[in-house]
C-alpha cells in the first residue's frame, strides 16, 4: 500500500505525466518530499478505512509500523535539535518500536543524514487530508476525483500552513 499501489507507484506514474516538467521531476532535498511521503502514509490510512487491513495480522503490523513512524518523528526532531545522540536513537528505535539493533543502527544513520525526511512522512499525511477536508468543503466532487486533482500535481509539495 504504502511503495506500490495505491501508494509511491500510482503517485510518480501520475507525476510522470504530468504535463509540466517542473511538475515531474520536482525533488526538495531534506524533508522537501512532503507529497510523495505524505501521499503514501495517507494511502496506508485510506486502505485500512476502505477495509483492507481487517486481518488481526495485518492490523498489528500496521499498528507497530504507526509506533515506528512515531518513534522516526521524535528521532528526527531530537537528533537536530542536539537532545539525543546517535546511540540513544539507537536505543530509543529499539525499544519503542521493537526494531532490531541493525535495523534500527540503518535507520538513524538515515535520519541523522537528511533533517527532516523522517518527520516528512506525518507531516504529509496531514496535509493531504487537510486537502481532502477543504477539498470536500469546497467542492462537489469525490473522494476519487480529489485523488486525481491531487496526484496532477506531480511531486510538487503543497504549501506548508502554519498552524498556530
Known amino acids: 500500500m504504502h511503495e506500490a499501489y495505491p501508494g509511491h507507484h500510482v503517485q ?9 516538467l517542473a511538475r515531474r521531476v ?10 510523495v511521503e505524505g501521499w503514501a502514509f495517507y ?3 485510506l486502505m485500512e478505512r476502505q477495509g483492507f487491513l481487517a486481518a488481526p495480522a495485518v492490523r498489528l503490523m500496521h ?12 528521532i528526527d526532531v531530537e537528533l ?3 537532545v539525543m545522540d546517535l546511540p540513544a536513537a539507537v536505543d530509543h528505535l529499539s525499544a519503542e518500536a521493537h526494531m532490531n539493533r541493525y535495523e534500527a543502527e540503518f535507520e538513524c544513520l538515515l535520519y541523522a543524514g537528511e533533517p527532516g525526511q523522517a518527520m516528512s512522512y506525518l507531516l504529509g499525511k496531514r496535509e493531504v487530508l487537510r ?5 470536500g468543503r469546497r467542492r462537489s466532487g469525490s473522494l476519487r476525483q480529489f ?5 496532477s500535481w506531480g511531486c510538487l509539495p503543497p504549501a506548508a500552513r502554519v498552524r498556530s
Open 12 to 20: 510518480l506514474v501520475s507525476a510522470n505525466r504530468a504535463t509540466a
Open 26 to 35: 520536482a525533488h526538495v532535498p531534506n524533508g522537501g518530499n512532503i507529497l
Open 43 to 45: 494511502c496506508e490510512e
Open 63 to 74: 499498528l507497530n509500523d504507526r509506533v515506528w513512524r512515531a518513534c522516526r518523528v521524535v
Open 80 to 82: 537536530h535539535l542536539g
Open 131 to 135: 486537502l481532502a477536508a477543504t477539498y
Open 147 to 151: 485523488h486525481d486533482e491531487l496526484l
